[in-house]
């Protein structure tokens, strides 16, 4: 399993203050009766809660796909959240060919002393970690970003 990722580090300098409606942009109808307001939002304020701990990812792989997580996307990993059932992480899983990985993290056999990496997409296989195996949950995705259109 090549890595799946490609890491950069959050870069956080200057705020850079974005139009943003807090409104909301509605899915449904337009409503008429909605004033054109705008404000302005720091997208580093918003996706970064602890930003010595955050990094950024690049997904290359496609191994989450069914869970709208696709090659290209960016993600945004915080390594001060501490995993949970159901988190989708970044982990590393050692060995020759192993490397960085996104799954999501299932706990449930946690007692028997194993914790599972699974995929959301059938050709791939669920990876299982043990206490003699060599598995690092490297940080908890907080958000993903992909763009609309490729």
């Known amino acids: 399993m090549p890595n799946e990722v490609e890491f950069f580090t959050v870069g956080v300098g200057e705020p850079t203050a974005l139009p943003f409606f807090p409104e909301g942009i509605r ?3 337009p409503s008429p009766a909605t004033d054109y307001e705008e404000e302005a939002i720091d997208l580093n304020r918003e996706l970064i809660a602890h930003r010595e ?8 792989g496609e191994s989450m796909i069914d869970a709208g997580i696709m090659p290209g996307d960016l993600l945004v990993v915080d390594r001060a959240i501490e995993p949970q059932h159901g988190d ?5 899983v ?16 946690k007692e028997k002393g194993t914790v599972w990496l699974v995929p959301h997409n059938k050709n791939y296989q669920r990876i299982r970690i ?11 995705v907080t958000y993903c970003i992909h763009k609309s259109k490729r």
């Open 27 to 29: 899915a449904g109808f």
């Open 53 to 60: 701990a955050t990094f950024y990812a690049r997904v290359k």
């Open 88 to 92: 989708i992480v970044v982990a590393f």
């Open 94 to 109: 050692g060995g020759e060919e192993d490397g960085f990985t996104i799954k999501e993290l299932d706990l449930s056999e």
């Open 130 to 140: 043990t206490p003699e195996q060599s598995g690092v949950i490297w940080g908890v």
